[in-house]
Every structure is written in structure tokens, then in C-alpha cells.
């Protein structure tokens, strides 16, 4: 955690630093702060693919389509490397501009059939045009793909042949979204008119595998980058697959939080991966203290496919957080962490995607879990009651600096310390907890009596978290509505609560009715929340109030050993209860 503490290059610097030419802004500007999350579609591009241009001029086999005629080209923005004049032919911009000619001015002279440019019109079959120069500054232009292999071949796709790998294909993720945020700009997004922008490579989808030296940043930071690796620097999906580890839930933390406490920013973009980005938001909410709004966004579409959706999206975030439809009467953020997504502000906590497509997201828990509409405004309908970010009972600020939690090893417990946080109150990626989901099945064995030994999957994982990770626990997902599970899964919990475990029960799919406490048992009920969501909050929890106390004999629990684990489990479902 190094270069989120380091002055910030912001937008307006980064498009000067990059030569492109953009009104001065004003002043008093707002700034925002942009984080890069892993495996982002929004953040993806469609491979480069060598040109018909390229290959004509290089002598190679042109790309067909289907009915074996040359493919028209994509032109891909790129920028220029010295200045050039061009002829645009007058009318082409619509197919009706020609229908009131006699409303335009004159063109600034004409093209001959040779090509040739001069004032006047020398023949009839001349055609009108504007002459341009395009100038390096001027920023990305559109145009066609020139690049090819080093052996001279075209590029097909992301790598040099199908099946290469990782070291002879190119990236198709962005480092940091400062190139996106430029595109939008050039396609008419009107984004940096109002506000300006850090970007922040937190747990990113594109790395640099050779480094970078700091002369060349885009993002947040002054020092080197140095050489970045697959699956540990950054995180990426498709044939060169290496998704986010639990760890770096703390890295993400980390630089939110730093950044948000810096006092620069009206509020916070997050960019991830369309299945994830509905986990690490509900995280950010539970974690982060802060009383800015943070907006989570995603894409189905990539960039390049029509009516990409994730751009739209990024611009949404940005009027709802400029907006200040999120603040109460104080200034302060009343609806934690939002995911705006398809024109709808969604809360983190319920937020849940269902279908891979535009407005394949869903709303879970049956109470809420959509705040409001952009379509509208952006506009504001429901403010929930929930805990969150400066409000949250698990936030990074209010964590122990280390808490103890327990290790079994040849059948004795012993407790073990687990540093949270460092000097600087940032969370270690160490300190992440272990959490396990087991899936209910009410059916019994062969002989139709309860038997937890029998129960492989669910005791192996208990001896997996008791003998490998002083902070764990488990979410059973049993039954709907009230999260019941078979009666020999239920006993063989019940076994890992006594040896310390905390224990979460959810009701499967989209639990829209609460599942009730029961004060008969010894689990945690996870209210309305899915699986997943639970998991996290029961990850947060972990830190905050360590494991149960374990019995000294879990097969036979005293009294005393059942009150003072009822007694914690208290503790943890007040906390489900409220976030």
C-alpha cells in the first residue's frame, strides 16, 4: 500500500500529460475518485484485429466475412503522431443535410476524381469538401488498425495463435480507467465538463507486466511501477483466467478509504466485474468510513460490442454522485454503498445480477433494495435503515488493531492473535477471514437417521477452517423461507459452533421473507440475506468480535460453555439484524 498515499494526477493533467486540448476547468470543480476492480467488463475491450488498411499495404490475406467479401474495417482510437490535413465531403454527416443545402455556408473547396484538392470546382464531377488538419493535441481520433505481429503475420485475436499463452497474447483490460473516461469524453459524454477525476489501479483487471515508470502514470501515484504478475497484481477473466483473491478484499478497503479520507473528493467510483461487483460493494459498505457516496458500476456489454452499457453507466454514477440526491440534511451519505446500474440505483446490501444482459439485475430480500431512478433525475424513492459506511458496526475504523482467534490442532484448541490492522489503520490482507458456505440438503442417508459423521463435505470443511485459519466461520444455506437444513447437517454444525465456529443460516435463492431468530439453536440467522452477502458480513464480523468460545469438550458442552455461546452469538445476530 504504497502509491494511494502519493499526490494525485488528476484528469484534467492526465489529458494535458497525454496532449489532449480540453476547455480550462473551473476552479471550483468537484473531483472524483475512479478505482479499478478486477475482472471489469466495463473496463474490456473487444481484441485488436489487424486491419483490411494493414493488410492491403502490407501484402496480406484481407479478412472476409461470411460471404467472402472484405470485412469493413473498426476503426479503434488511436492518436496521431504529427499533424494532418484531411478532406471530409460536404453532407455526409446525415442523410438529409443536402435536402436544405441552402442553409450551409460554402465548402472550402473541392476533390477531383484523382484525388487532387483545389478551391474552385473544376468539373462536374467533383465533390464538395471541408478541409481539416488534425493535430496531435486535438486527442483520439478513430482509425483503422494498423498493427501486426512481429513475424509480419496479422493480428486474429488477443494472442499470437490460438491456445498461446499468457507471454505471447496482449491484454484486453485497461490498467486504469483513465482511457475509458477519455473515450467517453470523445464520444460525446460531456464528463469532464463536470468534474474532474483521480483514477486508482486498486485491485485492477490489467497489469503491467514489464513495469512502468513513473513519467508515464495515469493514475494515482508518483513512483515506479514496477513488473506486475497475473493473479497477483491484477485479475482478469477468458482464456487467460486468474480471478481476485480473498485478500485483496483489504486492498480494496485500503484505497477507499485513504482516498475518501484525504478530503479531495465529492464521492467514490468502483469499476468490477458484473458477477463480483454486487459482493464488493456490500463490502465497501460495510467497511468503509466514510460519509461520501460510493457508486459501483458494471457492464454486460463490452467495450466495442453495440451500445456498450457500462459507459452509460459511469456517467449515471457521476450525475448521482454530483447530484447530492444521497445526502441528508447534514451532508452526510444516507444510502451507503449503490450500485447504479441501467438507469436504477440500486442498494449494495440487495442488490444481485440474474441473467447476463442489460438489465439482468435483481433486487433481493423482498424489502427494498432499490433506492431510485436515474431515468427520473436522478431521483430518490426509499432510504433504508441499514448500518453503512459511516455508520457500519464493522467499519475499518472502529476494528481492533488484532483480536484473538483459535487454532485446533491434534484435538486441543488454542487461542492465537491475529494483527488486523497496521500502524497506519490500514486492514492487512492477512487478517481476512476464512468463511466456508455449505449448501442444505434435507434428504438423509441410506438408513433415514441423522448421522453428521456422514456429512463428508460439511466436517471436512470444519476441519479444514479449525486447524488452518484462527478467524472462521460458515454459511449454511438451508430451506426457504426459514434456512432448515437436514437434521445430520444440523448436528454436525452444531459441532463446529462448539469448537468455535460462528455459524450463519440463510434461506436459499432470494430470501424475501426475514428468516427468524431462534434462540433454541446455537446459529446465527442471516435476516434476508443472501449467501453470498452473508458470507461477507460474516467475514467483517470475524474481525470485529473474534470467534465463539469453543466448549473444552464439543461433545459435551457444560451449561456455562452453551450460555457463553449464546451469549456471542447474541453479539453477531444484533449485527445481521442491522446491516
Sequence with gaps: MKTHRTAALT?????????????QPAPAKPKIAVFSGPTSTIQNNKPLVTSNKAREQYGLPLKKDSWGQPDMDWPRYQRLAAPVTVYIEMFTAHPLES?????????????????????????????????????????????????RQAD???????????????????????????????????NGGGIVAKADYDFYRAVPSGGYTKGLPAAKRTDVGTGDIPPEKLGEDFFTYGP????????KLARAVNFVQTALGSGKYAGALWLEGSPTVEDTSYWLSLLVDTR??????????????????????IV????????????????????????????????????????????????TGGYGGIFGSMTAGPYVTNIPTRKHTWRSDVRVTVLPAKIDGL???????????????????????????????????????DSGVPNPAGEKGVTGTIEMLVEKYPLAGIVAEGLSPYASLSQSQE??????????????????????????????????????????????????????????????????????????????????????QTH
Design 11 to 23: 484528469f484534467t493533467a492526465f489529458l494535458a500529460a497525454a496532449a489532449v486540448s480540453f476547455a
Design 99 to 147: 435536402d436544405v443545402a441552402e442553409l450551409y455556408a460554402p465548402p472550402d473547396g473541392y476533390v477531383n476524381a484523382e484525388g487532387r484538392f483545389s478551391k474552385e470546382k473544376t468539373s462536374p464531377s467533383d465533390k464538395p469538401v471541408y478541409a481539416v488538419t488534425l493535430k496531435p493535441e486535438d486527442g483520439l481520433y478513430a482509425l483503422p488498425y494498423m498493427g
Design 152 to 186: 509480419g503475420q496479422p493480428w486474429e485475436g488477443t494472442a499470437t495463435r490460438p491456445g498461446a499463452p499468457f507471454a505471447e497474447a496482449r491484454q484486453t483490460f485497461v490498467p486504469n480507467a483513465s482511457r475509458i473516461f477519455e473515450e467517453i469524453e470523445r
Design 240 to 247: 487467460y483466467s486468474a480471478a481476485q483473491i480473498r485478500p
Design 292 to 313: 461520501l457516496p460510493i457508486a459501483a458500476n458494471a457492464a454486460h456489454r463490452g467495450r466495442g460490442d453495440i451500445s456498450a452499457d457500462g459507459d452509460g453507466n
Design 316 to 363: 449515471n454514477s457521476i450525475d448521482y454522485i454530483l447530484s447530492k440526491i444521497w445526502a441528508d440534511e447534514n451532508g452526510r451519505n444516507q444510502l451507503g454503498t449503490v450500485m447504479v446500474q441501467d438507469e436504477i440505483i440500486y442498494s449494495a446490501r440487495e442488490i444481485q445480477k440474474g441473467d447476463a444482459h442489460p438489465g439482468g439485475y435483481v433486487a
Design 407 to 445: 487454532l485446533r490442532q491434534n484435538g486441543v484448541t488454542k487461542a492465537v492473535s491475529v494483527d488486523i490492522k497496521n500502524a497506519a489503520g490500514e486492514l492487512l490482507e492477512s487478517a481476512i477471514p476464512k468463511v466456508g458456505i455449505v449448501k442444505g440438503d434435507n434428504w438423509y442417508d
Design 491 to 576: 448436528k454436525a454444525l452444531e459441532r463446529a459452533i462448539l469448537l468455535g465456529l460462528p455459524v450463519v443460516k440463510v434461506a436459499r435463492g432470494d430470501a424475501t421473507g426475514l428468516v427468524r431468530v431462534n434462540s433454541n439453536n446455537l446459529a446465527i440467522e442471516g435476516n434476508n440475506l443472501t449467501a453470498t452477502k452473508a458470507r461477507l458480513l460474516l467475514t467483517a464480523a470475524l474481525m470485529k468480535f473474534g470467534p465463539l468460545p469453543p466448549a473444552a469438550d464439543p461433545d459435551k458442552p457444560t451449561p456455562a460453555e452453551l450460555a457463553a455461546i449464546r451469549a456471542k452469538v447474541a453479539v453477531y445476530q444484533d449485527l445481521f
